[in-house]
């Protein structure tokens, strides 16, 4: 049986949602990006439900996995969990798009244990705050994204101008609250942003600020 097959089966069988995690050992896949990639393939092909929630095997609040008709089950703000849904990974877009590298950060956020508040629109260029998550220890958190121009013309001058911009972001919005967490997401790989990265790296430990990178694979590391 196939991975894909033994997580629908699992979570068909389960008494309410499941996280990943638990899914890894219970179904005894080897890492639990295994249980990510193949929960996200189910949701996409509309067979399973997705999104943040209460497992009910750890109890963690995580992104976690549902049958379709136990959705009532799901211990999570509803209209957060259709966000999560509703802005999943864009297949027809490159990775480095802004709208995918945000997509990343959302699950890796919600895996972290992170309540999701906002998830902008960025395909609808949608002014405010990328997204703004509630850790678990109940510290606000306030992303700005940029994704990675796509090759036409000079990319390079236009992303110094996407960085500076959310350099920008950072300072308007510790101006506007100086208690919550602040970060940068971009897309991985590019000389480009991790040049620029090391220059404001006093900036970075003045405000402070983290940045979230987005490799091609989907993994994101924090700097």
Known sequence: MANRDKLLHAIN?????????CLTRHVGLSARQQANARGTELRERGQIGRGQGTCTI???VKLVNWRLDAQAQVEATPAIAEVVAEHPVSGERPWYWEGNVQARIVDYLVQAGYSIRRIADTASKEVGKDVVAVGPDGRELWVSVKGFPTPKGSTNVQARHWFAHAIFDMVLYRGENSTVDLAIGLPDGYKTYQSLAERVHWFRRSVPLRIYWVSESGQVRIS
């Open 13 to 21: 069988q389960a008494s309410g949602p499941v996280c990943d995690d």
């Open 58 to 60: 750890c109890a963690k």
